[in-house]
């Protein structure tokens, strides 16, 4: 199985705070990430596919970047509605399509 | 705009079947990979398996002995069955749908290659209790 490990499990942050969140995969898996939000009772979010392609819709202080095994969700200025929970995703191997441990970005 | 609803008993005796449906609104069922991924209490999310809309399907392995999914396109729904179910199966269940990217040449042969989940449903949660 393709691991996939993100970091950190929980991070404070105040709104207007710049904030990134890791996700390494155990073996390349190309640009084969996704990155979703999903808040508690709500359907998850997909922010950014192919590692570093914006969905329609999404504000554009999310990016995403990286390839083969690292890579980087960043908030450029962190708004209200941002706490959640972020997912990474790989979908390159049906090995199967892991998901990272997630990361709690909660107040500070 | 594309919905998707799941639905089923909300409870689930241990060693018996649980049984979901994905009720896909706005849109085909045609065309795209449909996925079921869960979310056990206090706990992330995974993978569970998903389906082309044809019938071909791909599971994870430590369910793939208990699982079926099926797909009905008449009807525009998705289903998953998990049978022996144990308190461990206890979690939300959520459908998603992804795109096909199409058929790409790698390693000497084709792999039909699905993008991120675009679309997911509200989830339903099942607890596995007698």
């Known amino acids: 199985d393709i691991q996939m490990t993100q970091s950190p499990s929980i991070l404070s942050a105040s709104v207007g705070d710049r904030v990134t969140i890791t996700c390494r995969a155990s073996?390349?898996?190309?640009?084969?990430l996704a990155w979703y939000q999903h808040k508690p009772g709500k359907a998850p979010k997909l922010l950014i596919y192919k590692a570093s392609s914006l969905q329609s819709g999404v504000p554009s202080r999310f990016s995403g970047s990286g390839s083969g095994t690292d890579f980087t969700l960043t908030i450029s200025s962190l708004q209200p509605d941002d706490f959640a929970t972020y997912y990474c995703?790989?979908?390159?191997?049906?090995?199967?399509?892991?998901f990272g441990q997630g990361t709690k970005v909660e107040i500070k | 705009q594309v919905q998707l609803q799941e639905s089923g008993p909300g409870l689930v005796q241990p060693s018996e079947t649980l049984s979901l449906t994905c009720t896909v609104s706005g849109g085909p069922v045609s065309s795209y990979f449909w996925s079921w991924i869960r979310q056990p209490p206090g706990k992330g999310l995974e993978w569970i398996g998903n389906?082309?809309?044809?019938?071909?399907?791909n599971y994870s392995p430590s369910l793939k002995s208990r699982l079926f999914i099926s797909v009905q396109t008449s009807k525009n729904q998705v289903s998953l069955k998990l049978s022996s179910v144990t308190a461990a199966d206890t979690a939300v269940y959520f459908c998603a749908r992804a795109p096909s990217l199409g058929y790409f040449y790698e390693s000497g042969g084709y792999l039909q290659r699905l993008d991120a989940y675009d679309v997911w449903g509200q989830g339903t949660m099942v607890t596995v209790s007698s």
């Open positions: 073996q390349n898996i190309s640009n084969w």
């Open positions: 995703q790989q979908y390159d191997s049906y090995s199967p399509f892991m």
């Open positions: 389906i082309w809309y044809s019938g071909t399907t």
